[in-house]
């Protein structure tokens, strides 16, 4: 039976060198105050230090200094400084400075602002691999199997004949091995055991079973939890309240009692915040449905252009998924122009239908139909279950090689934007052309105002997210910004649309870094995706 304790006795109860696993989305599932509480320790005495930590997603909040327009934090709901979001999830880790971890594997990175830091500076090893396998993992941990075995990653930056994963100087080793079975290609992701499982629910009772009642997201704490408890390790799960036995419906048990040993109810609300952005809304938890119309429109810029064109990739009936940043923007066009009905978004996070959100309540959905545990809706997704997915895209080169993953010091990690674009018949990336662009949109046109002086069509990405000589004869892949639009035509980046007001040379081929082919058909975007009001998904759909 689970042992009721504080965040600080818990705290106690990890040891130096101790593998860590934490789960969820963002902030969704992270328990703050038992991380705090660790570093608060760390601080004070030294201990625990050296530890391994593992996540799947980006777990933070992307970092002190980030602009929070339009982030929904409500005055009523937290006292929190709005200049301190930045610091929240497992950027906690960092704040105590070098030594509390000394390894630290996830997919993605970029939100924990103080281990990034370190990470920088060499101070601790650091690998990313994709979030699916990331999830995945851990039922084979639990289960006791030695690893995960499959093409996921093959030519990527984690492909051991690259860069392995590593994302620093320090870090020594590959996070995958690249095998040969029966005549093919695979990676092979190793199980490790699980010391600690670090988790979050909403409600415990007695027993130590514990519901996702207000969680957004039904994220990986169950078979993060069963991998710790079969390795011999400890389960620790912060809850929000605590209930008697038999009050929570047995379907609604997440984490079965038997698997956890120790619960801490959060004496502080603010250490569980449903996203980043959100305390608790009700829509994503699934206690309400929001009128549509209720759902926040974008405004008309170079931003909005993108979505529209992306939108323009969509056929009714698809199934959809959204990644990060611009292409959760894909989502709002969609219902506003009036078509959210007739396909079917999803996110990684195992969201189905609905409305995906974008930053900072990433991985939440509005409305959702359905949803499916974490490492479930990877099973769907590299099975094949998508029509199409939209992604963002950092840099791209003349191989059709997109990097979202790291740019110069800056480590992001590829979340699960390897696993989705390896399976995936039709792949829409988007971006804009250039960085630090100024542009008017407009009157059925594009404007240059000032030429950007980021290149972000180069001659070689930085680091390989996806990898172009890898796309399958059955893949349709686009890459889209707001002056042109490409595709992987012959294995040669080709572009097939250009933006009304652009030049093709002044405009775009000069700005490239590599030499592209113009399709012989080359057409002009549809002039009203730069209008106030576009309407054209009616001919699409």
Request: charged residues 20%; glycine residues 12%.
């Amino acid at each position: 039976m689970a042992k009721f304790i504080t965040a600080a006795e818990a705290a106690k109860l990890i040891k130096d060198g101790a593998s860590i696993g934490v789960a969820g989305m963002g902030l969704s599932g992270f328990p703050e105050e038992v991380v705090c509480a660790i570093r608060d320790n760390f601080k004070a005495t030294g201990h625990p230090r050296d530890l391994e930590l593992h996540q799947g997603s980006a777990m933070g909040d992307w970092g002190v200094g980030n602009s929070f327009d339009g982030w929904d934090l409500n005055p009523r709901e937290t006292p929190l400084d709005p200049k301190e979001v930045g610091v929240r999830g497992l950027s906690r880790l960092g704040e105590a400075g070098p030594g509390l971890v000394a390894k630290w594997y996830g997919a993605h990175v970029g939100s924990a602002a103080g281990l990034l830091a370190q990470a920088t500076k060499n101070q601790l090893k650091s690998w990313c691999l994709p979030q699916g396998i990331a999830v995945s993992l851990w039922r084979e941990i639990a289960a006791g199997r030695p690893g995960l075995l499959s093409k996921v990653g093959l030519g990527t930056f984690v492909d051991p004949r690259l860069e392995g994963g590593r994302m620093n100087e320090c870090t020594d080793s590959d996070v995958a091995e690249l095998v040969n079975f029966d005549g093919e290609e695979y990676l092979y992701y190793k199980s490790f055991p699980l010391d600690v499982a670090l988790l979050r629910g909403t409600v415990a009772d007695e027993n130590g079973n514990i519901s996702f009642m207000n969680e957004g997201i039904i994220n990986e704490g169950l078979s993060v939890a069963a991998a710790a408890h079969n390795s011999g390790g400890i389960v620790i799960v912060q809850v929000q309240y605590l209930t008697k036995n038999d009050t929570i419906p047995p379907k609604d048990v997440k984490i079965p009692g038997i698997l956890v040993d120790y619960v801490v109810e959060a004496t502080d609300p603010m250490a569980c915040w449903q996203t980043e952005g959100r305390y608790w809304e009700p829509a994503f938890s699934g206690q309400i449905r929001k009128p549509m119309g209720s759902i926040p429109t974008i405004p008309l810029t170079e931003r909005k252009v993108i979505a529209r064109r992306c939108a323009a990739e969509v056929k009714e009936g698809y199934v959809l998924n959204l990644g990060v940043g611009m292409s959760a923007d894909v989502g709002s066009i969609l219902a506003e122009e009036g078509y959210i009905d007739r396909i079917t978004m999803c996110c990684e996070s195992g969201m189905i239908g609905g409305v995906p959100c974008a930053l900072p309540s990433f991985g939440a959905s509005y409305n959702p139909e359905a949803v499916v545990e974490h490492a479930s809706s990877f099973d769907i997704i590299t099975g094949g279950g998508l029509s199409m997915t939209c992604l963002g895209m950092g840099e791209c080169d003349g191989h059709g090689n997109v990097n979202v993953s790291k740019f110069g010091p800056r480590l992001t990690g590829p979340g699960g934007f390897i696993d989705i674009t390896s399976a995936t018949p039709k792949v829409v990336f988007c971006g804009t052309f250039m960085g630090k662009a100024k542009l008017a949109v407009g009157d059925g046109k594009l404007t240059i105002v000032q030429e950007g002086t980021v290149k972000k069509l180069v001659s070689d990405v930085e680091q390989i997210t996806f990898a172009g000589k890898y796309i399958r004869p059955d893949q349709d892949v686009t890459y889209v910004t707001e002056r042109c639009v490409m595709k992987m035509i012959d294995g040669k980046m080709t572009i097939v649309e250009i933006a009304p007001g652009i030049d093709l040379r002044k405009d775009i081929l000069d700005h490239m870094d590599f030499v592209p082919a113009i399709a012989p058909d080359l057409k002009e975007m549809d002039p009203r995706m730069f209008c106030e009001t576009w309407g054209g998904l009616a001919d699409i759909f």
